[in-house]
């Protein structure tokens, strides 16, 4: 099994991530939120307009290719407090899973935002997402607070903030 990191740069690049995202929020998420609010999430979080902006933020985007075939991405910026970076996304199709990705997606990350001069890397996961949840405590997460974020639409995000000093 050959893995390889790929890092978007241009806004056309990242229907990619659109296109596995179609294919893996539906499944990850059908039994934590409704129809409406994952088809609702994916507009506000993955239309061409808002990733092309946060790629002119400075968000870094890749994607994972499992023997040339893309299997899944992630994405991450700079974050508040300073020498803080947060992982925004990390997402593994489904065929791909319990093979050891998903932690070398993470360390992918890891290094990525330690070699920019980070210290700590954070991110929010769902309260009620098991299987995420065991794979960052298998990293090394720890949870740092409990949050539920108004995203709009009367929708919200019932979250725990995770986050691992880096070396």
Request: glycine share 4%; net charge negative.
């Amino acid at each position: 099994m050959q893995i390889s990191f790929q890092e978007l740069s241009h806004p056309e690049e990242l229907q990619i991530i659109r296109d596995i995202a179609n294919d893996i929020w539906p499944k990850t998420f059908a039994d934590i939120l409704s129809a409406e609010q994952i088809s609702y999430m994916m507009q506000m979080m993955y239309s061409p307009d808002v990733m092309a902006n946060e790629l002119k933020n400075g968000y870094h985007f890749e994607i994972i290719k499992v023997d040339s075939c893309p299997a899944g991405y992630i994405s991450w910026s700079p974050y508040t407090p300073e020498n803080t970076a947060k992982l925004h996304k990390l997402y593994l199709l489904d065929r791909f899973h319990h093979r050891g990705i998903g932690s070398k997606m993470l360390k992918q990350v890891e290094y990525r935002a330690a070699a920019a001069g980070f210290t700590r890397l954070t991110l929010n996961v769902n309260k009620f997402n098991e299987p995420a949840k065991k794979a960052y405590f298998r990293n090394g997460y720890t949870i740092i607070d409990s949050v539920q974020i108004d995203i709009g639409n009367g929708f919200i995000m019932d979250d725990f903030i995770m986050e691992k000093i880096l070396q």
